[in-house]
């Protein structure tokens, strides 16, 4: 069983930074993979970035790549999410989820292969 935290969000004016973070509980998260996934108001949620178990793979989708850096510290069972250069558009409730093993099966991306997450915390970009 994994429980998963998220903290950190909150309000931004365009062109800001946030950081989250998503403490982990329990004595597996070294063997997960990671990922963060966002949901605006009446939409999808969508994948925004990914990490292997041991931080040497990350994976970003096109809308965020070059302006957010996903990161871990599994010493802490801790994953983070730096975001930068925010706009608008990245309004949403941000949750972090976690893989059953440290296995990639199929694309990171695929809300399906995480199978834990957290409550979700609010990101707000004003313009």
């Known amino acids: 069983q994994v429980q998963l935290v998220e903290s950190g969000g909150g309000m931004v004016q365009a062109g800001g930074s946030l950081r989250l973070s998503c403490a982990a509980s329990g004595h597996t998260f070294s063997s997960r993979n990671m990922g963060w996934f966002r949901q605006a108001p009446g939409k999808e949620r969508d994948p925004v970035a990914a990490?292997?178990?041991?931080?040497?793979?990350?994976y970003y989708s096109d809308s965020v790549k070059g302006r957010f850096a996903i990161s871990r510290d599994n010493a802490k069972n801790t994953v983070y999410l730096q975001m930068n250069s925010l706009k608008p558009e990245d309004t949403a409730v941000y949750y972090c989820?976690?893989?059953?093993?440290?296995?990639?099966?199929?694309?990171?991306?695929?809300?399906?292969?995480?199978?834990?997450w957290g409550q979700g915390t609010q990101v707000t970009v004003s313009s």
């Open positions: 989820a976690a893989t059953p093993s440290p296995m990639w099966t199929g694309d990171w991306s695929d809300i399906g292969k995480y199978d834990y």
């Open positions: 990490i292997s178990w041991n931080g040497r793979l990350t």
